[in-house]
């Protein structure tokens, strides 16, 4: 009986595997086709069949499957090639019926006034002779509007729009609104205790839209520049001790006309802190920590900041570097007394081997000579390292004007004793040829013409010729200067200039000057320098004036003058453009006599002295005397000082000194002296705009004339003038207006209120 029942069992197990292999048989053949004999592609226009053919998984001989086709239409769409692709089963041939995307065959941006075509162009994905889809389409439309609203046009609007052509192709354009500019309506600050709104706007980049901003794009609104506001208020708060402060959120919201912004900064200010106890502590054997002890700035008592922290930690860096230690690490150890509100500081420097250098290389030039780099470099291979000769390298890369960027950087070597230094430089364009335009009090309308080249093949050598036209004068000059002759560091070079000016106003003459003159110069130590010069002139005075002093009437002639003379500099200036801190000193001396008919001494002593007084704030103080001392001879005309106009404001050019009275003319003088003070400051202009204010007072005296008579008024008397103006430099060019009065002076002299100087380049 059991055997019956098994044995049934195993008949109806049997029977239910049949049972499912022929559903499962069923369920096969409803998901697969017949097999595919042929592939035919329709609709394609530039596209091979065989490349349609290569990116399907159903091909002749495979049979045809729902999944299979649905993997086909995915591997054609992820082309890009294709707008639409269908396929379907006719018998046993496989019909693809592709609907090609066109190709772009231009790219044009209508409305675009602020960007320009090129600029926009570069951004895209999509260029000419590519294939179109909506995908990039869409993708480069939000990157224009992205483009805009990096500049600050957050209302600007783009629209592509496609013009059908012939062959499949197509036309894009992009129809650009590009809307104001999306200003900074306002500036708000929460959490602030100790700083008025008005103060942190002062320390921030990001301006609120004023009328006078129009030159700048500060008051545009820019989320970079407000990730660095962020930045400028954190650094700003800690240089004022407080050293907890955060920047909680910074939100800005564009208004519903989408013209403007309020920017909201939430800060948290915490409470201020003083300096506690400051060390030095130094694992370098053989390095005086007394010593540098006396480099920290910070104070204990003093109110914490965070920027004499830094300038500690780079003032001991340089010293370290100074003896020889490149890789030197200062880590300042801050350690905080919340209750007593205090930080104490440890400088702990690492322990650092003193290095030499093994190599310079050079990188990023072009077309200047590798020498033409190398040379100014105060570290030769096989020196010791020193960080303040690479710092004074790096200040003589940046003097040579031939670079946009200058990166002097220190790298491991291949043993821990050695350094390798690098110098990567960027070139710029140092031929210039400029055309001038311009006018002063002292010469009415003016313009020049000239060319240079600052870097000739490449050799540092500069050329210049230039000519130059005014009511007044007409010059022309030629220079050339090699800086470093027979390859040592000796510059030599000549100037060659001849100059017609008329002088009837001041001294009733015109003067036609010729000057050659070779010249030499050469450092004796880093700082002090020293030219010596050879120079030819030749003077000519002629339409003198019939009622023209006697004095002057009787030099009309032809002179020739033959010098020798030598110029020393001792230059300590951070900046030698815009000097904010340093000295200045100059002293030249000029023996006439070599040859020709003009025979005298002549010395010349200068020195100026600046001070920053705060920020933009800077003080200049200058003094400088003359001398010319005629041998055997009186001193003509064109060799003597004249004192006024530029060099003396508040005074004509040439309205102080000795003067025949009952001419007017200005004789010039054989002695001078003068000091003055000038002070620059903001005047409450964005500094972008390049406006500034400035005070200044002058004191000084022009005397002795040898050949005097009872109508020469001569003395040496003090003369002090004042004034105010403003310099700009405007887009045209730097213009200047001084307002000068006369504080002291006597009958004779010739005053002047007001001058103005203005020139340009283009």
Request: hydrophobic share 35%.
């Amino acid at each position: 009986m059991f055997r019956t029942i098994v044995s049934r069992l195993r008949r109806l197990g049997a029977l239910g595997l049949l049972l499912l292999l022929a559903l499962g048989a069923h369920a096969a053949a409803a998901q697969t086709g017949p097999t595919i004999r042929d592939v035919v592609v329709e609709g394609n226009q530039r596209i091979e069949v065989a490349t349609v053919q290569n990116y399907l998984t159903l091909h002749a001989g495979s049979a045809y499957s729902a999944a299979e086709a649905d993997k086909s239409l995915k591997a054609l769409f992820a082309t890009g090639l294709f707008s639409d692709v269908t396929l379907r089963l006719q018998g046993d041939t496989l019909i693809v019926r592709v609907v090609e995307n066109p190709v772009i065959n231009r790219l044009v941006f209508e409305g675009n006034h602020r960007m320009q075509a090129d600029q926009l162009r570069s951004e895209l994905q999509l260029k000419p002779r590519q294939v179109y889809t909506r995908a990039k389409v869409q993708a480069d439309t939000q990157r224009i509007q992205q483009i805009y609203r990096r500049s600050g046009r957050f209302a600007a609007t783009v629209e592509p729009k496609v013009i059908q052509l012939e062959q499949n192709r197509v036309d894009l354009i992009f129809e650009i609104n590009e809307g104001p500019l999306t200003g900074v309506s306002s500036i708000r600050f929460i959490g602030n205790r100790r700083f008025s709104d008005s103060r942190l706007k002062e320390e921030i980049q990001t301006k609120e839209t004023a009328w006078y901003r129009f030159l700048s794009s500060d008051d545009s609104y820019d989320p970079d520049r407000l990730t660095f506001d962020r930045e400028k208020l954190r650094k700003f708060y800690l240089s004022k001790g407080y050293a907890d402060f955060r920047v909680i959120n910074a939100a800005a919201e564009l208004l519903p006309n989408r013209e403007n912004f309020i920017i909201t900064f939430t800060i948290e200010e915490g409470r201020p802190y003083t300096f506690g106890k400051m060390d030095v502590t130094s694992d370098i054997k053989g390095v005086d920590n007394k010593a540098l002890a006396a480099l920290v700035t910070t104070k204990t008592g003093e109110t914490y900041n965070a920027d004499q922290v830094e300038n500690t930690v780079q003032a001991l860096t340089d010293e370290l570097g100074r003896q020889g230690y490149a890789f030197v690490d200062v880590q300042p150890q801050v350690k905080k007394d919340l209750q007593k509100r205090i930080i104490d500081i440890d400088y702990t420097i690492g322990e650092s081997p003193r290095v030499f250098v093994e190599r310079i290389d050079i990188v990023g030039n072009v077309r200047t000579l590798d020498k033409v780099i190398r040379r100014e470099f105060r570290l030769a291979e096989g020196d010791a390292f020193n960080a303040a000769k690479l710092r004074r390298t790096r200040t003589r890369l940046r003097g040579l004007n031939f670079f946009d960027k200058v990166d002097v950087k220190e790298s491991r070597g291949s043993a821990p004793d050695k350094v390798v230094l690098t110098a990567d430089v960027t070139e710029k364009s140092t031929g210039e040829f400029s055309v001038g335009v311009g006018y002063s009090t002292s010469e009415s309308v003016l313009g020049d013409i000239s060319i240079r080249e600052r870097n000739l093949l490449g050799r540092g050598q500069d050329l210049k010729l230039g000519f130059s036209l005014s009511t007044q004068r007409q010059q022309a000059d030629l220079s050339f200067t090699e800086p470093y002759f027979l390859d040592r560091e000796l510059a030599a070079g000549f100037d060659l200039s001849r100059r017609r000016t008329d002088f009837r106003d001041r001294s009733s003459l015109d003067q036609t000057t010729t000057i050659a003159s070779p010249r030499i110069s050469y450092p004796i130590t880093e700082n002090l320098s020293q030219q010596i010069y050879y120079r030819f002139r030749q003077d000519q005075i002629n339409h003198v004036r019939d009622d023209a002093s006697p004095f002057i009437i009787a030099q009309e002639g032809g002179y020739v003058t033959s010098s020798i003379g030598h110029v020393l500099t001792y230059d300590r200036r951070d900046d030698k453009i815009e000097p904010g801190h340093g000295y200045l000193l100059r002293l030249s001396q000029e023996l006439a006599g070599v040859g020709g008919t003009e025979r005298y001494v002549k010395n010349v002593g200068a020195g100026y002295k600046y001070f920053t007084l705060s920020d933009d704030v800077i003080l200049t103080l200058g003094a400088e005397a003359g001398s010319i001392i005629g041998l055997g001879e009186d001193v003509r005309l064109p060799n003597r000082f004249y004192l006024g106009g530029d060099n003396f404001r508040g005074f004509r050019t040439g309205g102080i000194g000795p003067r025949d009275t009952s001419t007017g003319d200005s004789l010039g003088g054989e002695q001078y002296y003068k000091g003055s003070a000038d002070l620059s400051f903001p005047i409450g202009l964005p500094n972008e705009y390049g406006i500034k204010g400035i005070l200044f007072t002058e004191a000084g005296s022009l005397s002795k004339l040898s050949d005097s008579g009872p109508t020469v008024f001569d003395s040496n008397s003090l003369r002090v003038s004042a004034g105010t103006g403003v310099q700009w430099k405007s887009p045209l060019g730097l213009i200047r207006v001084d307002v000068g009065f006369p504080i002291v002076k006597e009958e004779a002299d010739k005053t002047e209120l007001l001058r103005i100087n203005f020139g340009s380049r283009f």
